[in-house]
C-alpha cells in the first residue's frame, strides 16, 4: 500500500507536470534528475532498501523538481504572491529548490556510509554528508553553466537567476544550510528506522 501511495503521489504530479509545462526545453531538464531517481530506486528496492524517511523526503524533492519544471522555477503562482506579499525583488521558488539539494541527499549520503559502515566516526559522518551535498551543488551549478551555453537564449527560464548577480552563490549556500538542517534535525529520527532495518 505504501508503495502504491508513493507511486501514486509520484506519477500523479509528474504527468501533470508534463501537461502543457511553460517551457518544454525547460521542464525536461528539471525533471530529468526526478526521473533518474525513480529509475534508481526502483532497481534498488529489492537489493538496498531505504528507510520510509528517505522515500518521503525523496519524493518531496521529486514533486519540488517537477513543480518548478512545470513552471519554470522563476513563474511558480504562489511564490509570485509571496513577492508581492513580502516584497522580495524576484520569485524565490528556486531557492526551495536549493535547499532540498543540500537537505535531501545529505540524509541519503548518510544512510549509505552508515549502512555500508563506510566512516564509523559520527563527526566524520556529519564532515562527509556536508561537504558530498556542498560539492554535489556546486557540480549541478557547473552542469546549470554548460546546459546554458547549449540552450542558448533559451537559458534564462532553466537558470533562473532572474538578474540576480550572486544567485549561484546563494544556491550553493542554501545548500549547504540544507544539509546542515536536515543532519541536526532528522538523524535521530532516522537512526531509530536505521536499526529497524537492521532488526
Known amino acids: 500500500m505504501y508503495k502504491v501511495a508513493w507511486l501514486g503521489v509520484f506519477f500523479i504530479v509528474f504527468i501533470w507536470s508534463a501537461i502543457h509545462p511553460k517551457d518544454q526545453i525547460t521542464w525536461f531538464f528539471e525533471v530529468l534528475p526526478a526521473i533518474i531517481g525513480i529509475v534508481v ?6 537489493s538496498f532498501r531505504l528507510t520510509p524517511l528517505l522515500y518521503i523526503l525523496i519524493l518531496i524533492h521529486c514533486v519540488i523538481l517537477m513543480v518548478g519544471g512545470h513552471y519554470t522555477y522563476a513563474e511558480v503562482p504562489l511564490f509570485d504572491y509571496f513577492k508581492e506579499w513580502f516584497g522580495f525583488a524576484r520569485n524565490n521558488y528556486d531557492k526551495v529548490g536549493h535547499f532540498a539539494q ?18 564509523p566516526n559520527s563527526f566524520w559522518q556529519y564532515f562527509f554528508c556536508i561537504s558530498f551535498c556542498l560539492a554535489f ?3 549541478y551549478e557547473l552542469i546549470e553553466w554548460w546546459a ?3 540552450i ?5 527560464a532553466f537558470l533562473a537567476t532572474q538578474g540576480y548577480e550572486w544567485d549561484t552563490q546563494s544556491d550553493m549556500g542554501l545548500a549547504l544550510l540544507g544539509a546542515i538542517i536536515g543532519l541536526l534535525t532528522l538523524s535521530k529520527l ?7 532495518i537492521k532488526s
Open 41 to 46: 530506486l526502483v532497481f534498488t528496492y529489492n
Open 102 to 119: 543540500g537537505f535531501v541527499p545529505a540524509l541519503i549520503a548518510r544512510e549509505i556510509i552508515i549502512r555500508k559502515n563506510i566512516i
Open 137 to 139: 551543488s556546486a557540480f
Open 148 to 150: 546554458a551555453l547549449a
Open 152 to 156: 542558448g537564449e533559451g537559458a534564462d
Open 190 to 196: 532516522h537512526d531509530k528506522q536505521l536499526v529497524q
